[in-house]
Nanobody
């Protein structure tokens, strides 16, 4: 069983920054595709960023490119999402998710059997 522990999130004004972290003791020992997903009320779940722990290759949704950065800290066994220039439309519950393989380059092919409990991000205008 892969346990994902999320931290971070909260409320911020538009233009501000937040950092989310996802910890797992297995990130240092096995290859994973780790992603941050988000879901806003009334909207479909969206993958905003993904990272392969094998080679740190990253993928981003068009809506967050240039604003969000996903990164791996192997020593801390943590995958973080740095979110800058936040917009009200970024408001959602953010989930850390993982799959036991490198990330497929096609985002529609990526599936995540492991998920964290979710953390709320609220951006006010």
């Amino acid at each position: 069983q892969v346990q994902l522990v999320e931290s971070g999130g909260g409320s911020v004004q538009a233009g501000g920054s937040l950092r989310l972290s996802c910890a797992s003791s297995l990130f240092s020992y096995r290859t994973f595709c780790v992603a941050w997903l988000r879901q806003a009320p009334g909207k479909e779940r969206e993958e905003v960023a993904a990272l392969s722990t094998y080679n740190s290759r990253t993928y981003y949704a068009e809506s967050v490119k240039g604003r969000f950065t996903i990164s791996l800290d192997s020593a801390k066994k943590t995958v973080s999402l740095q979110m800058n220039s936040l917009k009200p439309e970024d408001t959602a519950i953010y989930y850390c998710a993982a799959a036991g393989d490198i990330c497929y380059s096609d985002s529609s092919s990526r599936r995540y059997p492991y998920r964290g409990q979710g953390t709320q991000v609220t951006v006010s205008s």
